[in-house]
């Protein structure tokens, strides 16, 4: 059965502070889809990216990164330069269906607070 | 506006009576979903449907029913509710298949605080 380990539960770091959240999935299937979704204190969720199994590449958005890498079934992503608009529950999700959200797994969520 | 429509957004009931979340996207999706999040659980997909009158159980289906007779509307029906269901439901949308031109990206209703005393 897939799962979806986010070992961080809080963080919280000073504004302009780099900070890295971690996912950690299992999954027997070859193709899958990993996620991250953002869900600021106002509580609606938000979708960061997605991204494929058959592309390992890395992926940068302005002060967003992510690190995908099979080989340690990890997708980390970090905040580079953090702000306290980044103040949020991020989480990581699985979906093991080929180009489907039909079983979309996720985890138990990180809560990041970016202090002035 | 691209939208997911939950209604209540906040609803206090008690054990046993009857309820109903109504769910609906105007999106065109085929693709519905219900997750409740409780704290230190994240959040965990009760039901989910691929399309009209196609629904499969998620991970914690018991004590739910949803039905989907046209494509816009999921409801979620809570026949006898009680208080292990008290918390917060979302209801998400999406297109059933990706290709190279999508994300694949859940669009969330802004999500149902539900208490049940």
């Known amino acids: 059965a897939q799962k979806v380990t986010q070992a961080q539960t809080e963080i919280s770091v000073v504004e302009k502070e780099d900070v890295t959240l971690d996912c950690v999935y299992e999954?027997?299937?070859?193709?899958?889809?990993l996620f991250w979704y953002k869900q600021p204190p106002s509580g609606e969720l938000v979708f960061l990216i997605r991204?494929?199994?058959?592309?390992?590449q890395n992926e940068i958005s302005g002060r967003y990164s992510w690190n995908f890498q099979k080989s340690t079934s990890s997708f980390n992503f970090t905040i580079t330069a953090s702000q306290v608009v980044d103040s949020a529950v991020y989480f990581c999700?699985?979906?093991?269906?080929?180009?489907?959200?039909?079983?979309?797994?996720f985890g138990k969520g990180i809560t990041l607070s970016v202090r002035p | 506006e691209a939208q997911v429509t939950q209604n209540p957004r906040y609803l206090i009931t008690v054990t046993g009576k009857k309820l109903t979340v109504t769910c609906s996207q105007n999106?065109?999706?085929?693709?519905m979903s219900w997750y409740r999040q409780d704290p230190g659980l994240g959040l965990r997909q009760i039901y989910y449907?691929?399309?009209?009158?196609?629904?499969d159980k998620g991970d914690v289906p018991e004590g739910y029913k949803v039905s989907r007779k046209e494509k816009r509307n999921f409801p979620l029906i809570l026949e006898s509710p009680s208080p292990n269901q008290t918390s917060l439901y979302f209801c998400?949308?999406?297109?059933?298949?990706?290709?190279?031109?999508?994300?694949?990206?859940?669009?969330f209703g802004e999500g149902s605080r539900l208490t049940v005393l």
């Open positions: 998400a949308s999406s297109l059933a298949v990706w290709d190279t031109w999508n994300t694949g990206e859940l669009f």
């Open positions: 449907s691929m399309n009209v009158e196609v629904t």
């Open positions: 999106m065109n999706h085929e693709y």
């Open positions: 999700a699985l979906s093991e269906a080929v180009g489907a959200n039909s079983k979309l797994t």
């Open positions: 991204r494929n199994s058959f592309d390992e």
């Open positions: 999954t027997r299937d070859t193709t899958y889809y």
